[in-house]
């Protein structure tokens, strides 16, 4: 059995510290263990969150060298190989209240605010005592997002949130998503419009939400989805899907990237003039804005955006038109999708 | 409410349905209480050839003849709506390819009548009561807050005193009428299958206050746990054919169960499991081995997914390569706050439902899938009929004294500035109740306990708090769960000694039989300054006298 340093994040904010203990424990033990030997045998004043120890409840999520991970989940053997010690911190983006244990309150805000429950539709109400019809298929839509446990992980790791307050997160967003596909739910479209402004393109894609979930519900896919899904539903309204359209069609035309069109096309004639002081910071550093010549390969650019194109691309997560339920009003158009 | 598991939940939701303000108090938030571990299902006579009726006789079969037949019946009867009810509210549950609620089988029912959304059916339902919750303006749920007392005077209930995790502070929720619905007692038991949570404060407090307990000794056994943590390794694990072994190498089940071997009932299995280790049979490390290799690795890896997943993650175990070492735990308390079938207790205004009740449903032994249905059918119903009690009377009365008094308790033991800790009188509680209230029971063991907790209880009026702070003290809490716990325990014990027969999961090795001239009753404790005073009342039969039970 190894003996295994822990650094463990302690005290109050004003007031903090890294305590080390150490303990002789099999590889296999899951962090969450050790902190609670530590609790029960060394220093009974470590404050954490935990109660399921088996990756359902969602509580115990923070900070290992410094990856978001559920405690009970996350054996101490590997992360002590690769680092020779293990580092515990309470989640990051939010307010530590003690040790490890930080005010969620931000975080359930935001799961709040996206109208978590199902909005009845009047037009399709659901059957007097009997079950909603499913198809397979939409049965089909829910295949990760049931699965989140809101252990906040994901939270945790977005830098989104880091930079941006406005920012709904992750794990709302994938909710949102769960609702969205939901053939007994009558806000489909108000859904899409209240955070195709906002929220959805505020995301950086950096996959980290992907990489710390536990239940493998893959956050930054979900929010992929809604974009695709907005885009279908209430066309290019604003800037980030704008963006984003015009982004894959200035390529097609001419291979390169034309600047000065996408920020037109973007933003338009009055947006643009907002960005004149940005352009000539740009052209001082010596970045050019000029049209480019045409490119060389042509053909191949082509075979891409024709394989972009197939429609069973282009179907990528559609909602499911099912008996008795509202379809999506547009049928999937050929814009191409978020680049 | 006290409690936001789906019991509570569910009874909150009536409630405000009904009309009515509501304040919600629980120690975790909502989403994490112990019924979203539930992997299962749920259980309604949907099925084509299914019917209440059969569900209803399993149930009472599968109780032993304890369970109050009355209560099953609306709780069957109930099933099918609240099934229905639930997908309305949104829970995403397994499709049958036409588009229907899927089924899957479950031990001791007739038919396949479980109600399943993949391995995770309790979160599932859990998601959905919040989101129905979550629509609703008339509540206010106040989370990470400890119920640490419950006031009662003259008969009736007044309200609950609570502290707030994250600031250290005591305060008093006057209520017309309260619903304890606080889930669980499993943590009682060094193994067990139940959360850390699962503490049974509810049941203690409401026995302080003067309510019954009923039919305490009654603890359901999972065969298959993993020994260190106590996580449940499903049936489904000898479903797909997993054998059982002992340290010979001997498929024991063979003599224990001589035609379904590996695949008898939860309760024989725990037994068989038991006797091989305590004959010197078992593994070095007390236990017994659960093979899946011969399976092969493709058929362990689909099918028995979850499973590998457990021991990969929580044992460092690899199935498909190596035995998973198993030994039975805690699995569920049957016993529970006395109610009768609208959910009310022996005192006004007060109510209980969930595992933290005893309806009694159950009765001896409980059946796979029937408790989250409990949770939702009996919630309802104590929600509902709190509510009207709560329209027809006056204010709870909720003194400052009462109020102060719990928090000059809580500060005694905060501010103690030596004794023993809260986790070395836990381990101590918790491998007494291991090894002399487990699976088998004598008298002798049994007498052991009752002195062993005795000075279990000595030492905890010296109880030691080290850690003073007042934000998310969990050491103070651990300190004020031992103090549930132990009161539980005792009742346990004097229910097992005074029962001299064996039925269900009762099981006492100088009376093997079940003795319905007897014993055709549900035990009854009420605290007193000496201990549990204990009483019986009798069962309620409606249409099913008691026979022999063979599966
Ligand atoms: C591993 C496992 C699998 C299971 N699988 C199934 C299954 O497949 N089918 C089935 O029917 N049953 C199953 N069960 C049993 C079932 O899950 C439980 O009986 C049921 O979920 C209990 O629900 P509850 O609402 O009574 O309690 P819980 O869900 O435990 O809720 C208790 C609530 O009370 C609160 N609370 C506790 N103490 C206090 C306090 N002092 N102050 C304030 N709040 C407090 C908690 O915060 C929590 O919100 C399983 C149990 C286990 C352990
Ligand atoms: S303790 Fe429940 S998720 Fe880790």
Redesign the pocket.
């Known amino acids: 059995m190894p003996t295994i340093p822990f650094e463990v994040f302690r005290g109050s904010p004003g007031q903090t510290r890294f305590d080390t203990f150490s303990l002789d424990i099999p590889e296999h033990t899951p962090i969450l263990t050790a902190l609670l030997k530590i609790r029960d045998e060394i220093d009974p004043t470590l404050t954490l969150r935990y109660s399921c120890r088996q990756a359902i409840c969602g509580s115990c999520a923070m900070r290992i060298n410094g990856k978001s991970r559920l405690a009970c989940l996350t054996p101490v053997g590997p992360e002590f190989r690769a680092r020779g010690k293990l580092r515990i911190e309470p989640m990051a983006n939010q307010p530590v209240l003690r040790d490890l244990v930080v005010d969620q309150g931000p975080f359930w805000q935001r799961y709040h605010s996206i109208r978590p429950y199902l909005v009845p539709d009047p037009q399709h109400p659901l059957p007097v005592g009997k079950e909603s019809p499913m198809t397979p298929e939409q049965v089909a839509q829910f295949q990760e997002t049931p699965r989140c446990i809101a252990c906040a992980s994901c939270y945790s790791a977005c830098p989104a949130i880091a930079s941006d307050g406005d920012f709904l997160g992750p794990m709302a967003l994938a909710k949102l998503f769960r609702f969205v596909v939901d053939p007994r739910d009558g806000a489909f479209h108000e859904r899409l419009l209240g955070v195709q402004n906002q929220s959805l393109w505020l995301c950086l894609r950096c996959n980290l939400c992907v990489e710390s979930c536990p239940k493998d519900v893959r956050p930054a896919e979900r929010i992929h989805d809604l974009k695709w899904m907005a885009n279908q539903e209430l066309g290019a309204l604003e800037r980030g899907s704008r963006h984003a359209i015009k982004f894959a069609s200035n390529i097609r035309e001419g291979g390169l990237l034309n600047e000065m069109k996408l920020a037109r096309e973007t933003l338009g004639l009055v947006g643009m003039l907002g960005q004149i002081p940005k352009g000539i910071e740009l052209a001082r550093h010596g970045k050019s804005i000029r049209k480019h010549p045409p490119i060389q390969g042509r053909e191949e650019l082509d075979a891409i955006y024709r394989e972009l194109d197939r429609p069973e691309d282009l179907q990528h997560r559609p909602r499911v038109p099912g008996q008795g339920v509202k379809g999506p009003t547009q049928q999937p158009s050929k814009a191409g999708g978020a680049a | 409410m ?7 939940q569910r009874a909150a939701l009536e409630a405000i349905r009904s009309g009515l303000d509501v304040g919600i ?4 938030h ?1 989403l ?12 309604a006579a949907l099925g084509p050839q299914d019917s209440v009726k059969d569900h209803v006789y399993d149930t009472v079969k599968g109780s032993d003849y304890l369970a109050d037949q009355d209560a099953v019946e609306i709780l069957c009867r109930e099933a099918g709506p609240t099934v229905i009810e639930m997908e309305h509210f949104g829970t995403i549950f397994n499709r049958a390819p036409d588009g229907s609620l899927d089924r899957r089988a479950f031990g001791g029912a007739s038919y396949s009548r479980t109600i399943f959304a993949a391995d995770r ?2 979160l599932a339902l859990l998601q959905a009561l919040y989101e129905e919750i979550s629509r609703e303006t008339r509540v206010r749920i106040y989370e990470e ?4 007392r419950l006031v009662s005077r003259g008969g009736r209930v007044h309200g609950v005193v ?1 502290l707030d995790r994250k600031t250290g502070t005591v305060e008093g929720f006057a209520a017309k009428s309260v619903v304890v ?4 007692a ?1 943590r009682i038991y060094a193994r067990t ?2 959360s850390h ?3 049974g ?2 049941g203690a ?1 409401a026995y302080r206050a003067g309510a019954y307990l009923k039919d305490m000794e009654f603890v359901q056994f999972h065969p298959t746990a993993l020994p260190g943590s106590g996580i ?1 390794i499903t049936e489904g694990a000898r479903g797909e054919g997993g054998i059982l072994r002992n340290k010979n190498g001997e498929r024991f089940m063979e003599r224990y169960a001589p035609h379904v071997k590996d695949l008898a009932s939860r309760d024989v299995v725990s037994r068989a499991i038991a006797t091989e280790v305590a004959e010197g049979r078992g593994f070095p490390d007390g236990t017994c081995h659960l093979e899946l290799m011969h399976l092969g690795r493709e058929k362990v890896e689909t099918k028995l997914q979850e499973i590998v997943g457990f021991c990969r993650n929580f044992a460092g175990i690899d199935p498909v390569t190596e035995p998973i070492p198993v030994y039975p735990a805690q ?2 308390m049957m016993g529970g706050i006395h109610t009768n079938p609208r959910g009310e207790t022996n005192l006004a205004g007060l109510y209980a ?4 009740a005893c309806v009694s449903v159950h009765g001896a032994n409980r059946l ?6 409990e ?1 939702l059918v009996y ?1 309802k119903i104590a929600g509902a009929n709190a509510a009207e009690f709560a329209r027809k009377t006056t204010a709870g009365e909720l003194t400052p004294e009462d109020v102060s008094t719990a928090e000059k308790e809580l500060h005694a033991l905060w501010e103690r500035r030596e004794g023993e800790p809260p986790a070395r009188l836990r381990n101590d509680l918790q491998s007494t109740m291991e090894a002399d209230v487990g699976i088998y029971r004598t008298p002798e063991q049994l007498e052991a306990a009752r002195r062993k907790l005795g000075e279990i209880r000595t030492r905890y009026a010296s109880c030691y708090v080290e850690d003073k702070s007042t934000v998310y003290n969990v050491n103070l809490t651990d300190a004020i769960e031992l103090g549930h716990m132990l009161d539980l325990a005792e009742v346990i014990v004097a229910g097992a000694l005074a029962r001299t027969e064996s039925r269900g999961a009762h099981v006492r090795r100088d009376f093997p039989r079940r003795d319905d001239a007897n014993w055709m009753k549900h035990t009854m404790a009420l605290w007193s300054p000496q201990g549990p005073v204990l009483s019986y009342l009798p069962v309620t039969v409606t249409e099913y006298a008691p026979k022999e039970r063979v599966y």
Do not use: C, F, M
Request: hydrophobic share 35%; no cysteine; charged share 10%.
């Open positions: 006290v409690g936001a598991g789906l019991a509570g108090l629980s120690k975790l909502p994490r209480s112990h019924s979203g571990a539930a992997q299962g299902g749920i259980n059916t309790g807050w400890d119920a640490i609570a619905a606080t889930g669980p499993g299958t139940n949570a699962s503490t404060d509810g407090l449940l699995h569920y439902a969930g595992e933290a796979g899938a029937n408790s989250l249905l949770t919630g």
